[in-house]
């Protein structure tokens, strides 16, 4: 059965300093993986997929088959990257999309 | 373009007492639909997905069940609430390609 671990319940970083969520993932296909974000009184919303290999809002991550972890970074946090994160695993099988999500990290950007 | 509705964003309920809450999806046919429960310290628990009207899998034994009686309306129903139950509920609908999952507003239930 596929897992998404997400180890860190809550991340404290200083404005400036650099960031990396944590995102390990236990599946036995050919993974789809994704970050989600949620700020405060906002809706849940896609912040990046690994296929697509993008940064955004300065955030990336890099998907390592041979550790099985989907990691969230950006080299200098901002205030506004406050917010709860997701990291989620996406099975694509029996005809429906389902997403596997971690506990969410919440991370707090301390001006 | 599509958009998602739930409803209400706040509700408190005593415990012993029916439940429905409602969501719809504007802008795309057939989707598929989803319930979900996020809860501090656990996440986001599926609880219910759905492929089709009618078409409905349950992840996870509980005291809630779901239904689609329209191609783009899911609904969330207990017969009877318990304290248990309290959390915040959120629908959400997938685009295939790409894939990504679109949430509601969410719906934050307290049973007292």
């Known amino acids: 059965a596929q897992r998404v671990t997400q180890p860190e319940k809550l991340l404290s970083v200083f404005k400036g300093a650099p960031v990396e969520l944590k995102c390990n993932y236990s599946?036995?296909?050919?993974?789809?993986l994704f970050w989600y974000v949620q700020y405060s009184r906002q809706r849940l919303q896609l912040l990046l997929r690994?296929?697509s290999r993008e940064s955004i809002k300065g955030f990336t991550a890099d998907l390592n088959k041979g550790e099985t972890s989907f990691h969230l970074k950006k080299p200098f946090a901002q205030e506004e990257d406050s917010a709860m994160y997701y990291c989620?695993?996406?099975?694509?099988?029996?005809?429906?999309?389902?997403?596997?999500f971690g506990k969410g990290t919440k991370l707090s950007v301390i001006p | 373009s599509q958009t998602i509705h739930q409803w209400p964003a706040t509700l408190v309920q005593p415990v012993g007492s029916p439940l429905s809450l409602e969501c719809t999806v504007e802008?795309?046919?057939?989707?598929?639909l989803y319930w979900y429960r996020q809860a501090a310290g656990r996440g986001l628990q599926l609880l219910f997905y759905s492929v089709g009207i009618g078409q409905i899998s349950s992840e996870v034994p509980q005291n809630l069940s779901a239904s689609r009686p329209q191609d783009r309306q899911f609904i969330l129903s207990s017969k009877k609430l318990l304290l248990s139950d309290s959390g915040f509920y959120l629908c959400?609908?997938?685009?295939?390609?790409?894939?990504?999952?679109?949430f509601g507003q969410g719906t934050r239930l307290t049973v007292v």
């Open positions: 599946y036995s296909g050919s993974p789809e």
């Open positions: 989620a695993l996406g099975d694509s099988g029996a005809g429906s999309y389902q997403l596997t």
């Open positions: 802008g795309t046919s057939n989707p598929n």
């Open positions: 690994h296929i």
């Open positions: 959400a609908w997938d685009r295939q390609a790409p894939l990504e999952a679109f």
